[in-house]
């Protein structure tokens, strides 16, 4: 019997496989196995660059990581603005384009050329830069930023693109009608997710297993028919929107490459239709909520996908809820109807609970107890916890985000497009950051009124206050010209200081504001805060008569400030 030969495909991301292909700029080209799959994924990108060398040409350099689709695109350009496809690079990795417009000239990627040609290439964007385009040459250049600003800095000569260039990456609204330098690492990976399991999920794909005597035992076909439901589908996109929100990015390659894992557990047709029952034992337990999180990939797999070591520390099977804990072992006995059906619903006979094993394990836990088969708890309870996560939808019974390792992300998530939440959270995080200065539990306003953001250290002196009128917290700006999603926001003080705040800055100071301790998440974030307090301490205007401290008050137990004077 034959396998699906879209399986044979998707076979091609595992980095794993001995099938593998590198040619990942190519991922949207037909890819050769026994069937052709067109695949393309629209992205705002293509149309921006196309409407700029269309209607408003000028010279566009993009930078990003290696599998950010840099080359992709500048494929895409020239054969759109070409009369011939292009087959394949030349060996200097620079074509050019006459087109109706004039000529666009496209560098591949800047930094695989040797440093006197990149040099060239510079200098003469330079020139076609500062005399407007006027020869009707346009650059559209992949670069990794590095390597263009090392080079840029070793030149005088390139003294004004490089005062360009900076400026623009600053901030893209730098960009104007003679350069624009767009960076794909601001793209939100999790606006593309939904769009490949959809794709990969059309029945089309999947007809080849309708008559295959294993479907009942094939891992993959049930991943597919998992991952073909909407409300999986969200959890999915949920999880990768974790990572925007926490500025973590991954790039188009290392998101098909993690999808594909996440159907085929890295299996092949040929692996399920010889399969006995000791394989389908291991198979069963590629189910994707386990792929998601690489659980039983081994070193080699984390070290070859990156999206696995992205999702490793918000992987929900390791944070235990007693009220999920509870409905795992006993949502089926627990009396009330609803929480029975959605049970049944996550716990039937299927390939991934090992049919009925699962539940003659638990009857046998009720009736032995707890110290008979803890094997079997600590072997199953993270991987049930993870499928509780995906495949629970009665939110209002158990709500699966308390898995997850944050207090405040649904207060954070609760923020965006919000504008009485966040002028409301602005004195929670004040508080928060007079704690982080301080080191200290400081007295905490309770009123949102009136609150005042302290500039202090740890030897408890008071550099230099500001009140909420001069606090705004500003939700950062979707983008037009690529898939930007709005993920952080930024604290600024007297419309000079600005704090960005993505969620580990924001439970950070969310927790210490409840009253926390300091010895929690990552050293970067504070590092970002002693950098911003040290902004604030040069903007302030301490009154140079009076010397203002935090002392403590033994009657509240907690530090107050206090001011000493002649």
């Excluded at 003294?159 to 009608?177: H, T, W």
């Excluded at 390939?351 to 009720?366: G, Q, W």
């Excluded at 917290?473 to 960005?500: C, M, N, T, W, Y």
Aim: aromatic letters at 12%.
């Amino acid at each position: 019997m034959i396998g699906n030969p879209f399986v044979t495909y998707l076979d091609k991301f595992n980095v794993l496989s001995p099938n593998h292909s590198k040619i990942y700029d190519e991922y949207n080209r037909e890819m050769e196995t026994e069937e052709s799959f067109d695949f393309t994924i629209a992205t705002k990108i293509e149309e921006h660059l196309k409407n700029i060398f269309s209607n408003n040409p000028h010279s566009v350099i993009l930078t990003g990581n290696a599998g950010d689709g840099k080359t992709r695109l500048c494929r895409l350009i020239h054969d759109q603005f070409s009369d011939k496809s292009l087959v394949n690079w030349p060996e200097n990795g620079v074509v050019t384009v006459q087109y109706e417009k004039g000529t666009i000239k496209i560098v591949k990627d800047l930094s695989e050329l040797k440093e006197e040609i990149i040099y060239g290439i510079l200098l003469e964007l330079q020139r076609c830069v500062c005399n407007r385009h006027k020869d009707k040459v346009f650059f559209l250049i992949a670069a990794n930023e590095g390597k263009l600003s090392k080079v840029l800095m070793r030149y005088n000569e390139l003294s004004v693109l490089r005062q360009y260039i900076m400026a623009r990456f600053d901030s893209y609204e730098n960009n104007d009608d003679h350069l624009s330098v767009i960076n794909l690492l601001d793209v939100t990976s999790s606006v593309y997710v939904e769009r490949v399991l959809n794709e990969w999920n059309k029945e089309e794909y999947w007809k080849a297993c309708e008559q295959c005597e294993k479907k009942p035992q094939c891992i993959i076909y049930l991943n597919h028919r998992r991952t073909s439901q909407p409300s999986i589908q969200r959890k999915i996109v949920s999880q990768y929107r974790l990572l925007n929100y926490l500025e973590t990015h991954i790039t188009l390659r290392e998101m098909l490459i993690h999808m594909s894992y996440l159907i085929t557990g890295g299996y092949v047709c040929k692996d399920i239709l010889e399969a006995d029952h000791t394989h389908i034992r291991e198979q069963s337990k590629k189910a994707y909520y386990q792929n998601f999180y690489g659980v039983g990939v081994g070193e080699e797999g984390f070290s070859e996908m990156k999206a696995l070591r992205a999702f490793r520390s918000l992987d929900p099977g390791l944070y235990s809820y007693s009220p999920i804990d509870d409905f795992i072992m006993n949502g089926d006995i627990n009396g009330d109807e609803e929480i029975e059906r959605l049970y049944n619903e996550v716990f039937d006979d299927d390939l991934d609970i090992e049919f009925d094993y699962f539940k003659k394990k638990v009857r046998f836990y009720r009736e032995y107890g707890q110290n008979i088969d803890q094997p079997f708890l600590e072997h199953w309870m993270p991987k049930l916890r993870r499928k509780v996560y995906f495949e629970l939808e009665g939110q209002n019974y158990l709500n699966t985000l308390k898995l997850l390792p944050f207090e405040y992300l649904e207060q954070y998530i609760g923020l965006f497009d919000n504008d009485s939440a966040q002028s409301n959270v602005r004195k929670d995080l004040v508080n928060g950051l007079n704690r982080a200065f301080s080191r200290r539990l400081t007295h905490k306003f309770k009123s949102k009124g009136s609150f005042y953001l302290k500039v202090s250290n740890e030897t408890l002196m008071i550099y230099g206050s500001f009140d909420r009128r001069k606090i705004e917290l500003l939700q950062e700006k979707g983008r037009d010209d690529l898939d930007h999603l709005p993920s952080k926001f930024f604290l600024v003080v007297d419309g000079e200081v600005r704090l960005k705040i993505n969620l580990s800055v924001f439970e950070y100071l969310m927790r210490l504001s409840s009253g926390g301790t300091h010895n929690i998440l990552s050293q970067e974030v504070e590092i970002l805060l002693n950098t911003f307090r040290n902004e604030l301490i040069r903007i302030s205007e301490p009154d140079m008569d009076v010397l203002e401290i935090y002392r403590l008050d033994k009657d509240s137990g907690v530090y107050v400030e206090h001011v000493l004077d002649e």
